[in-house]
């Protein structure tokens, strides 16, 4: 149990372009996802916290019109990199939590987004 | 300032040579601490969750504990497979849902 998903796991892209990446539950409800990004040999650095059927709240010094988040159903969450330029270049991870209490988060297997 | 600290950063062992991992945390009114397991390239896999003061947790070679100020993640007789970057990690928010991460530490076991 607790699987998620993501897609897709690797996409190189023209600066400029917009790029969409989905991160679903497989085998849970997650009213709760998050979106986390990796740069190499780093940590983590949450992004922004997405609940579902309300706005995304964005951690301080992320561009919430940059970074598109939908949150359109408890299995699913969208990631848009708006505009994308090469200092957008990274490794982006979800996380789903479920709605019933338990705390822990799963994390999906992540996308590497290059722009060229 | 809330912080997550893991040491060593790169820890070498030979197969079968137990140690421990270290992860020292400051923020206030801890809701838990999470290992993670990161091969390159892949999300974090979930270890364990800790939630008080003593408390300790087993999975195959690997057994976490807890204190006030600090968590451990012990390996005993690791194989080349345990080989991968663990992380910890806190909540820092009311609900518990915004985790800050440590820097991990990078584990290579030779045969």
């Known amino acids: 149990g607790a699987v998620v998903s993501q897609h897709p796991s690797r996409v190189i892209c023209k600066s400029g372009t917009s790029v969409k990446i989905e991160c679903r539950s497989l085998?849970?409800?997650?009213?709760?996802m998050f979106w986390y990004r990796q740069f190499p040999k780093k940590s983590l650095m949450l992004m922004a916290t997405s609940n579902e059927g309300s706005k995304a709240t964005y951690e301080q010094g992320v561009e919430k019109d940059k970074f598109l988040i939908n949150h359109a159903s408890l299995t699913l969450s969208t990631l848009t990199v708006t505009s994308a330029h090469p200092e957008d270049s990274s490794f982006y991870i979800c996380?789903?939590?479920?709605?019933?209490?338990?705390?822990?988060?799963?994390f999906g297997p992540g996308t590497r987004l290059t722009v060229l | 300032e809330d912080q997550v600290t893991q040491s060593p950063e790169a820890l070498r062992l030979q197969e079968g040579e137990s140690s421990s991992l270290n992860c020292s945390y400051t923020v206030s009114g801890l809701r838990g601490l999470f290992w993670y397991r990161q091969d390159p390239g892949k999300g974090p896999e979930f270890l364990f969750t800790l939630y008080s003061a003593g408390e300790e947790k087993e999975k195959e070679r690997l057994k976490a504990t807890l204190t006030k100020k600090e968590s451990f993640l012990h390996i005993t007789a690791p194989k080349p497979e345990d080989s991968a970057t663990y992380l910890c990690a806190v909540p820092i928010n009311q609900a518990g849902t915004a985790l800050i991460f440590g820097k991990g530490t990078t584990l290579s076991v030779s045969s």
């Open positions: 996380s789903a939590r479920n709605g019933r209490g338990a705390d822990t988060q799963y």
């Open positions: 085998d849970f409800q997650a009213t709760t």
